[in-house]
């Protein structure tokens, strides 16, 4: 093994498996024989150094508890960190790296030379933050052959089997043809060919329905997404299009996510069967379909968190401001919102802004869902339990308990979601009116 820390990176387009090969290296058996600390955290666009800190401390040092490592400094983390790796060997997988300042300004200096054999790993999109990172020759995964997309299709076009129709094989390498090669269009076309009747007829409509004019690689993925996302039931694109209101390369709690899903009401009534089942059955299947990814599973083999491609994630973000469904803003500065986007009923705010009164007071007529993502508590936010008369979610705001005093006047509200100070849960009790 090499006498000092490699940087190794593997870059390439959105969608041609650099996580997924990433992964792999990751959890393979041998190589984790290797290492004395292991950690694999996601970057991506939003970078939040903090995040990406605790992550890896927790990851490297399972004792360490999150509410501590809250409380302290950047600089504080960057010891920590620094500290716990100096005498070890360590494999650290940073995915999604968008900008080159991110390792060269911000984290390079917390990865000590460790012990011989020492790796730090990084995926992107970007072959200039390779340059900036002292890293070897990049890993560039290539584009599938076509026997290779054929098989990678047949195991989530037929799942459970270990051959292909004849019959649906010509067919079947004509779609690949299409896919040029790249595995996310290649798994998302598959899962939705698996909910198709296995007839000649029926792929051939779909085939048909995939326009062959497509050059670039990006833009062939964007017509299967479309193809896949029109196919689904009107209640299964809502379930769909709200997952974009997460942040980016978010693990999202499968039972936060159902309990979204039933205070907005988008289930259709399946007999006497329960909301909650009708939910979990929508999840099964968008994951069934590969428009959503398996997380993490329980001890039991269920599942627990599901996460969203970035690539399926901004298209739908594209598709959900088409239809005015949700918006989202982020750490770029607020621009005044437009007509036509206050009437969304949808609103995710990622981070922190001024005059949030301001901004949020047009959508107060529409918005039914209103989520906070890593925003501090401010006192012009308490207008929201006054005139949001439709809101049916709130979810992710750092409330004092005194605020909630309010809540109330929400008589729509189905979901509450807020972080209480520990001290608030012992000086105060909820109020009686959240229960209207």
């Not at 302290?72 to 960057?78: D, H, S, Y």
């Not at 969203?308 to 005044?336: A, C, G, N, W």
């Not at 007529?365 to 308490?382: A, I, K, M, V």
Request: glycine share 6%; proline share 4%.
């Amino acid at each position: 093994m090499e006498p000092r820390r490699r940087v190794v990176s593997i870059v390439g387009m959105g969608g041609l498996g650099k996580t997924t090969l990433a992964k792999k290296l990751y959890n393979h058996s041998d190589l984790k024989k290797q290492f004395d600390c292991r950690a694999f955290v996601y970057v991506s666009k939003d970078y939040r150094k903090r995040d990406t800190l605790q992550g890896i401390i927790v990851a490297v040092s399972p004792d360490s508890k999150m509410e501590d490592l809250k409380k302290l400094e950047k600089e504080e983390l960057e010891l920590t960190l620094h500290q716990l790796l100096k005498e070890r060997r360590y494999l650290v997988v940073l995915d999604d790296i968008w900008e080159k300042e991110v390792w060269d300004d911000s984290l390079k200096s917390v990865f000590p030379r460790g012990k011989m054999g020492s790796k730090v790993m990084f995926t992107t999109r970007k072959k200039d933050v390779v340059l900036y990172a002292d890293a070897s020759k990049p890993i560039e995964p290539q584009f599938l052959t076509q026997d290779e997309s054929l098989e990678l299709f047949r195991k989530k076009a037929f799942p459970g089997m270990d051959h292909m129709p004849c019959d649906l094989e010509k067919l079947s390498r004509e779609m690949m043809v299409k896919c040029g090669g790249l595995p996310l269009a290649v798994v998302v076309l598959g899962g939705l060919m698996s909910t198709k009747r296995k007839t000649a007829e029926e792929w051939r409509r779909v085939l048909e329905n995939i326009d062959w004019h497509l050059i670039h690689a990006q833009d062939r993925v964007s017509a299967v997404l479309a193809l896949s996302y029109n196919d689904l039931p009107f209640h299964l694109k809502s379930c769909f299009l709200y997952l974009g209101l997460f942040p980016e390369d978010s693990s999202i709690s499968k039972k936060k996510l159902i309990h979204l899903w039933v205070a907005e009401e988008f289930l259709p009534q399946q007999g006497e069967e329960a909301a909650e089942g009708v939910a979990e059955n929508c999840l099964n299947e968008l994951v069934n379909r590969c428009m959503i990814q398996v997380g993490t599973l329980t001890s039991l083999g269920s599942l627990k968190v599901v996460r969203v491609h970035d690539v399926l994630r901004d298209f739908s973000i594209s598709k959900s401001r088409e239809e005015s469904f949700l918006e989202i803003y982020s750490r770029q500065k607020i621009e005044s919102p437009t007509s036509q986007r206050t009437k969304c009923r949808r609103l995710a705010i990622h981070g922190d802004h001024h005059d949030l009164y301001v901004f949020l007071k047009p959508y107060a007529p529409y918005l039914r869902s209103l989520l906070f993502f890593n925003t501090r508590w401010s006192s012009e936010l308490n207008f929201v339990f006054k005139d949001f008369k439709l809101l049916r979610v709130l979810d992710g705001v750092p409330f004092p308990s005194r605020a909630l005093s309010a809540v109330g006047n929400l008589i729509q509200l189905r979901y509450l979601g807020v972080v209480l100070m520990t001290s608030d849960l012992l000086e105060d009790k909820l109020p009686r009116s959240i229960g209207k």
